[in-house]
């Protein structure tokens, strides 16, 4: 009998020590930044209330277990004393034999069978309670069922966004917009809204974007006609600079012409093509001396945010939020075009133009140039959302920059009034003239479904309407002669 309560005890301490090891354990468990806030698993605010409901259950549950562990602890005190007792009953009862032995042997021995008899009775009453603790299994799905729950909120982090529509916008933007106007799509806002929440990992990715409702099929996008006439007068032809896809990695957050001499300036990571050394300290004379990617000696400097897979846990310690792996361009072109209504000029050497704005999301579309769409369906273009394409078919990025320049100078205080976009008939404002314009097509495979994304400012949720892109002129002369002559001559060289 002693030896069995001695078993149960025993029994019952190994399911307390279990129950703790298996409560650590699911505890440690931690998702990785970048899958963790993929905006592919990004649940709908029922299934977030859901989710809430869920963690209220589980915690009431520990609760539950943390209760039944501590009666186990009690009990297990009990059985320790009711042990403790017999043994002394077990001391004194030998004592008596050993007195009884001396007078009466056969009486000691009736005495002997009436004190086991009434411990036995004892130890009973004593362990009666103790029962509890051989069926601690059937407590053993309140740990299961922690650890399921982790299970589901790790696949789906608490998150919503609640877009509220902004005015449409059309074609053109600031200073007479471009030929790739918008779609009439409302704008997301930069500062969404979603449910409160305890969980670290969850409140990260509910302030960090992109959102499902960033990401539009590509095949809901209506159909348009695009571009300008040109009349007698336009120049028709086209040059392209091939500088490669950067496939020498030439990458930093920098941004020597909007913020000169700060490192991490952009706060989010460009691709570079063209000029080699181009980085925060770059100067004329610093482009100038350096080499370039590009054919026929262009020492330009292209580049713009770069795009990630937010599938692949890579980067996800960045300050910024600028998670996941980097992608490369499948294709890159830059390719100069004419005006619609004039011949163009030579652009000065060191000229400096960005078009888009990075901070539109919080800014406001005046400035905002960002046009997406995807392989076979170039006459659909979102200005403010992602486009999911179909299999087969690549993003497309189209980044025009303006190409009304004020001929006098190579930059300004804002980065744009030197140069402007021409008007919607595609004439250049008064007091300016038509220079070469770069387009700039970037295309890219991404993973399918909405788990790709900008990189881009903070507080700008990797909203689409933020890209952007820059482009200093460090041509040769003789070279952008040869650029003016083929688009003037209507050739494609």
Not at 152 to 173: I, Y
Not at 222 to 249: K, L, Y
């Amino acid at each position: 009998m002693t030896s069995s309560r001695r078993m149960a005890a025993a029994m019952s301490a190994l399911a307390v020590v279990a129950s703790g090891l298996v409560s650590a354990a699911v505890i440690g468990v931690g998702p990785a930044r970048a899958d963790h806030c993929d905006p592919a698993e990004q649940p709908s605010q029922g299934q977030q209330q859901n989710n809430q409901r869920q963690r209220n259950a589980d915690q009431q549950g520990q609760d539950d277990q943390q209760t039944g562990d501590q009666q186990q602890n009690d009990q297990q005190g009990q059985d320790q004393q009711g042990q403790d007792q017999q043994q002394n009953g077990d001391q004194q009862q030998n004592g008596g034999q050993n007195d009884q032995q001396a007078g009466d042997q056969q009486q000691g021995q009736d005495q002997q069978q009436a004190d086991d008899q009434q411990a036995a009775q004892g130890g009973a009453k004593l362990l009666d309670p103790a029962a509890s603790p051989e069926a601690a299994p059937e407590d053993t799905p309140a740990d299961e069922q922690t650890a399921s729950t982790f299970s589901r909120r790790r696949n789906n982090p608490t998150r919503t966004a609640t877009p509220v529509p902004t005015n449409t916008r059309g074609n053109g933007g600031n200073n007479g917009g471009n030929n790739n106007g918008g779609n009439g799509t409302a704008s997301p806002t930069a500062s969404p809204t979603g449910s409160a929440t305890n969980d670290p990992d969850e409140a990260e990715c509910a302030d960090l974007g992109p959102f499902v409702e960033d990401f539009v099929d590509i095949r809901q996008v209506p159909p348009q006609r695009f571009g300008v006439r040109f009349n007698r007068n336009g120049s028709r032809g086209t040059f392209v600079s091939q500088c490669g896809r950067n496939e020498n990695r030439h990458n930093n957050p920098d941004n020597f012409i909007v913020a000169p001499g700060v490192s991490n300036g952009a706060h989010h990571i460009h691709d570079y093509v063209g000029n080699v050394s181009t980085d925060a300290f770059s100067t004329d004379e610093s482009l100038a001396a350096a080499g370039t990617t590009c054919r026929l000696g262009d020492k330009s400097t292209y580049f713009w945010p770069v795009l990630r897979d937010r599938k692949v846990d890579q980067n996800t310690n960045d300050p910024d939020g600028n998670v996941g792996q980097q992608l490369t361009a499948r294709s890159v072109q830059l390719q100069f075009r004419g005006n619609a209504t004039s011949r163009v000029v030579a652009m000065p050497r060191f000229l400096r133009i960005i078009t888009g704005d990075a901070k539109a999301a919080t800014n406001g579309p005046a400035n905002a140039k960002a046009a997406w769409t995807c392989t076979g369906f170039q006459n659909r273009i979102t200005n403010d959302k992602y486009p999911l394409c179909p299999r087969g078919s690549l993003v497309v990025r189209i980044l025009d920059f303006p190409s009304c320049w004020d001929g006098q100078n190579t930059d300004s205080a804002n980065h744009r009034t030197h140069v402007v976009f021409p008007d919607q008939s595609g004439a250049c404002p008064q007091g300016t003239r038509a220079i070469p314009q770069l387009r700039m097509t970037l295309t890219y495979s991404v993973p399918q479904g909405p788990s790709y994304a900008l990189d881009a400012f903070p507080e700008q949720k990797h909203n689409p309407v933020t890209d952007h892109a820059d482009f200093a002129n460090v041509m040769p002369d003789r070279l952008m002669q040869t650029v003016v002559s083929c688009i003037n001559r209507g050739r494609r060289c």
